[in-house]
């Protein structure tokens, strides 16, 4: 079992520059977590936005809480530095792709380091029937103590129809 509830806000400043707060709520069983909380603030700059593209790359701090299966508490402070692209095209055949990669190197646990990756890519077939592939990776060097893996991963694939 796995979930992810997840949110950001970002706050454009001069010259492509933003600043960014964010959230999460996780919960997986590979990685031995009942639940990680996530809470952090980054500051970074978009650096390629055009008509079809934005990129981004930011750096900042997190504060996780994280409960795991077997062991107690762990409260750690931890740095952020994450990427995120997108491409998009609105005119037919519509497609697009988001994806981010963050990694979450621990200043307060030495050695431990986080990553977390996502991407979905969506593709009209025919008129608004569209053919979406959606991808997920975690890693974890020290994952809780009932954890069955330092990584998860997994793939989805759908049809879908918009109107």
């Not at 986080?114 to 959606?134: K, P, T």
Request: no cysteine; proline share 2%; net charge negative.
């Amino acid at each position: 079992n796995r979930y992810n509830i997840g949110a950001y806000n970002r706050r454009f400043l001069a010259d492509r520059w933003f600043v960014q707060g964010f959230g999460s709520f996780e919960g997986n069983d590979e990685l031995g977590i009942d639940l990680r909380t996530t809470i952090g603030a980054a500051y970074g700059r978009f650096l390629r936005q055009d008509q079809k593209t934005d990129w981004a790359a930011y750096a900042g701090l997190a504060v996780t809480r994280e409960n795991f299966s077997e062991q107690p508490t762990n409260e750690s402070v931890e740095g952020v530095f994450g990427t995120q692209y997108w491409f998009f095209r609105y005119n037919a055949p519509e497609a697009s792709l988001n994806a981010t990669l963050n990694l979450f190197p621990s200043l307060t646990e030495s050695g431990r380091v986080r990553s977390e990756a996502q991407m979905n890519a969506r593709y009209e077939i025919v008129s608004d029937l569209f053919f979406q592939l959606s991808f997920y990776g975690s890693y974890d060097s020290e994952p809780g103590a009932g954890a069955e893996s330092k990584s998860d991963y997994g793939v989805t694939t759908s049809l879908g129809y918009s109107f």
